[in-house]
């Protein structure tokens, strides 16, 4: 009697996830499983058979660094991730966690009506079970909404004290008991840039406890890049756990080619034997609230870590939405006033949630940290507003396009590696990452030789093209190139294969 799969995947040329080179093989799914991988029969039978010829298969991307809290409840399509490849996103970056909930929203304003109501991060994956999107979600627990909700929302601009950092060790032993894969912190921002390193060392000591890492945005991405990194390995070491570095970059002008002195930073640290790698987005711009480049005194023309305003674009503007896609140049020239007083002036006017996008970054800066074997991939994006940073929609098919097609900055296989199995370890997300028989099926099938990144700045909303199939828990949520609208996902806990 023939086989039956759910699904077959015949002819395409298979990337495990490993950074092996890629093999011819046929998939076979049953269930949210890989059945077999290698020749199956002509005769075979399955619910759906994908034609893989001339394309490739590997494990669907994971996206290390993202900022989809809400918004995975809020537009469960999360069409921007799973139409690039992204099968599962690791929320929580930053230090904007979930818990407590009244803090979470740091990173964008969302209709709050669409979001059921939690108290703990278990009730939080609970609600991604009850609620699923298109993708997987995995959580890191955020420093910061933790240190608001410790003080209390009164006076931040201060060490907190015993009993704040008691309270804090309890919710994330809380949330590590319920799956969370880390603690995450974000040193530019409020109210963590008041934290001392001491007292992250505490809070982060129960990390320690249960094998789950510590993810930072360091204290400073220019000028001081060097000391933010020796202290996020410093926090490490003394709580006893493994760092993430997010985005590696060197922010301003000035700062370009710093790099290297930080990749060296990471390569001491690892012959140390302490486990620490970064994460990056292949785009000479960031993207972050306006309120923070200002409170760090980085918009303008002076200064080693200063943007001007041309280089700042209006992505989300709450108050203000038909500010979105100007500078705050543009806004500068109209009100005939410098850059700095036209941003204090977007904020005040427009909202403290303003996102923006600025142009801070040397491309050459870009392809090495891509090169480096300590790099994996995260996309940071925020999908809020009309005119997001096109990372939200483009980072993985502009790494397989731009960095890997036609420039040769990595091969094929090291970014499917980059995407794929090396967070699976890294994040300690079993059954993930690798394409092996009895692996859960969240796969991805492109044309290795046509996917391409279409998002602008001008116009970022747009999905890949080359990118024909996606499938999360063996169910396909892009089938022939279209979002198929199934909620597949699933809440995903750290060290647990299901």
């Not at 001392?196 to 789950?212: C, F, H, Q, R, S």
Request: hydrophobic residues 40%; negative net charge; proline residues 5%.
């Amino acid at each position: 009697m023939p086989e039956h799969y759910d699904v077959i995947i015949r002819g395409g040329t298979v990337y495990d996830g490993s950074g092996a080179a890629g093999v011819a093989a046929d998939l076979g799914v049953r269930g949210d499983r890989i059945a077999t991988v290698g020749a199956i029969a002509e005769d075979a039978t399955a619910g759906e058979v994908v034609d893989a010829s001339g394309l490739a298969v590997t494990p669907g991307f994971i996206d290390v660094h993202a900022h989809d809290d809400t918004l995975v409840l809020v537009e469960p399509d999360v069409t921007g991730k799973v139409m690039q490849g992204v099968t599962t996103v690791i929320n929580g970056n930053c230090g904007a966690g979930v818990v407590p909930a009244k803090f979470s929203r740091r990173f964008g304003e969302v209709d709050g009506s669409k979001i059921p109501e939690w108290e703990t991060y278990g009730g939080y994956l609970d609600a991604i079970a009850q609620q699923p999107p298109s993708q997987n979600v995995a959580t890191l627990v955020g420093f910061g909404t933790m240190r608001a909700g410790a003080l209390g929302g009164g006076k931040i601009e201060r060490p907190a004290t015993a009993d704040e950092i008691a309270q804090m060790q309890s919710w994330l032993r809380e949330a590590l008991q319920a799956g969370a894969v880390g603690m995450s912190t974000g040193l530019i921002y409020e109210p963590d840039r008041y934290s001392t390193t001491d007292e992250i060392v505490e809070v982060a000591k129960p990390l320690a406890e249960y094998g789950a890492l510590y993810a930072s945005h360091v204290r400073g991405e220019g000028a001081t890049l060097l000391d933010a990194h020796a202290e996020a390995m410093e926090i490490g070491r003394r709580a006893g756990v493994r760092v993430q570095i997010s985005h590696h970059k060197a922010s301003g002008r000035a700062n370009w080619g710093r790099i290297r002195d930080s990749i060296a930073q990471i390569e001491e640290a690892r012959a140390r034997g302490e486990d620490v790698t970064c994460d990056q987005y292949p785009y000479t711009a960031g993207s972050t609230r306006l309120f923070a480049l200002v409170q760090n005194g980085r918009v303008g023309d002076s200064g080693a870590d200063a943007i001007p305003g041309s280089d700042i674009l209006l992505a989300m503007v709450p108050q203000h939405t038909e500010w979105e896609g100007k500078s705050v140049a543009d806004l500068a020239d109209e009100w005939d006033v410098p850059d700095e007083q036209a941003a204090q002036r977007i904020i005040d006017e427009g909202g403290s949630g303003t996102i923006v996008v600025q142009f801070a970054m040397d491309e050459a800066d870009v392809r090495t940290i891509l090169a480096h074997p300590t790099t994996m991939i995260g996309t940071d994006g925020l999908g809020f507003g009309s005119r997001p940073h096109p990372r939200h929609y483009g980072s993985y098919p502009r790494i397989l396009g731009k960095y890997v097609r036609e420039e040769g900055v990595i091969t094929l296989e090291d970014a499917i590696w980059k995407m794929t199995g090396f967070p699976a370890t890294k994040f300690d997300l079993p059954g993930r990452g690798f394409i092996r028989e009895g692996a859960i099926a969240d796969l991805v099938v492109f044309n290795p030789d046509t996917v391409t990144e279409v998002s602008t700045y001008e116009d970022p909303r747009r999905t890949p093209i080359g990118m024909p199939w996606v499938f999360v828990n063996g169910e396909a949520i892009v089938r022939l190139g279209q979002h198929t609208h199934r909620r597949a996902g699933r809440p995903v806990r750290r060290g647990v294969d299901a």
